[in-house]
């Protein structure tokens, strides 16, 4: 069974920064392809960006340029480097971790608040 614990979130001003880590626990991280995503209040989840086993990466348009994700597979974390951070950037966030169709799961989330 994938356990995956985010952390990292906060409360930060326009124009800041945070990164956000998502701790694996389970076997076989490196075969994951890894995820983040957030959900807004009123909003469907959404995908911020994903990195695959091979360390290629997707982000969706509103976060290129500002957000970069990678992954240690020794430490079995992924990251999400957060700059320029703006308030449409507040949501919960979440980590995915998808192999196959039955081997799919999901972080409890963190919450990103982005106010002055």
């Known amino acids: 069974q994938v356990q995956l614990v985010e952390s990292g979130g906060g409360l930060v001003q326009p124009g800041g920064s945070l990164r956000l880590s998502c701790v694996f626990s389970?076997?076989?991280?490196?075969?994951?392809?890894m995820g983040w995503y957030r959900q807004a209040p009123g909003k469907q989840r959404e995908l911020v960006a994903t990195?695959?086993?091979?360390?290629?990466?997707n982000y969706a348009d509103s976060v290129k340029g500002r957000f970069t994700i990678s992954r240690d597979n020794a430490k079995t974390t992924v990251y999400l480097q957060m700059i320029s951070l703006k308030p449409e950037d507040t949501a919960v966030y979440y980590c995915?971790?998808?192999?196959?169709?039955?081997?799919?799961?999901w972080g409890q989330g963190t919450q990103v608040t982005v106010s002055s």
């Open positions: 995915n971790a998808r192999w196959t169709a039955t081997r799919n799961y």
């Open positions: 389970g076997t076989l991280f490196s075969v994951y392809v």
């Open positions: 990195i695959s086993s091979g360390g290629n990466t």
